[in-house]
């Protein structure tokens, strides 16, 4: 059996690893013309840390990043709102793609090799195309909607203890620690937000995390609506080209990873069309639930009304929340990690 995947991120990579392990014979196929060297940092998740635990890549991941130390969830001034506990492990998307792409053998990648669903005479397509799939866009016609937010992310060369969150009115800015002794940092704001203005009088060290910042990203945070499924004959979707949402829950490639995991398992056991209606049942309430809770959470950060009362129920929130379990195992439910 013969599987193309279009698309070498942290899903493609990872479904194709599966894939092979369940005996099919993959090729990915990705338009960039090589991996990336620089990127910011993706938190994976316990859950998802025991996907790739499946697939033998867990320890690789571990050594390639750091436990995320717990941080604080702040006010502008720098008060403190509370804890924000996590089992999380943090790692550059450069190392994990390296790590993933390490594990197929030399030629199942074809970089500089865009191709369409339609192209692809396999006898399965996995679509991790992306926010922007066109092979979404193709089977289903839904576009990936804007959440009215942009996202601004970097990294600073210098360590912080520990990571956290500042939430001000209608806008936010984050800092998480990588293993490198260097600083991930992002922002949300509005589309006609300047990144200074908004955040250069905010509580150290912010402002010296924009004084240094070197290279910018910035982008429209977009959503998905809800399909009505995840697979149309012998295509499926998977990761951001499935349900893609907005970063808040810092679920994205966490949710990518399972997905895969879950494909492969379903179709070692299932011939294409079963293995694919189990998929769907596994993984696409699940994900369309987080998809709504990630969008929820990122409206509440950008409210600028009543933002005392928001802050003061953080703070319940947070005082409330029982710690994350340490080392337990895939079997817990991936949505309570957000």
Known sequence: MRAAVIGGGVGGLTAAIGLRASGWDVTVFERSPA??????????????LGALDELGLGEAARRAGRRQPDGALRRPDGSLLGVLRADVHLLTRPALLGLLAD?????AIRFGAPVAWQD??????VAADGVHSGARLSLFGVRARPSGAIAWRGTA????????????RGVKFGLTPRADGRTNWYAMTGPDAD???????????????LAEAGEVLRHSLDHLPPLPAYHR???VLLGDAAH????????GACQAIIDAVTLAGCLKTHDVPGGLAAYDRLRRRKTQRMARRSLLLNRLARTRRLTGVRDTALRVALALAP???????RSADPEQAG
């Open 195 to 209: 990144l200074r203005e908004a955040f250069g009088g905010w509580h150290d060290p912010i402002p010296r995390v």
């Open 244 to 251: 893609a949402m907005t970063p808040d829950l810092g679920q």
């Open 157 to 168: 060369d210098f360590a912080v203890g520990a990571g956290g969150e500042t939430w001000g």
């Open 120 to 125: 692809c005479d396999h006898d399965l397509v």
């Open 35 to 48: 991996l990336p060297r620089t990127g910011t940092g993706l938190g994976i998740w316990r859950d998802a």
């Open 233 to 235: 004959g012998r295509v």
């Open 323 to 329: 710690r994350p379990g340490r080392g337990e195992s």
């Open 103 to 107: 594990a197929l053998p030399d030629g």
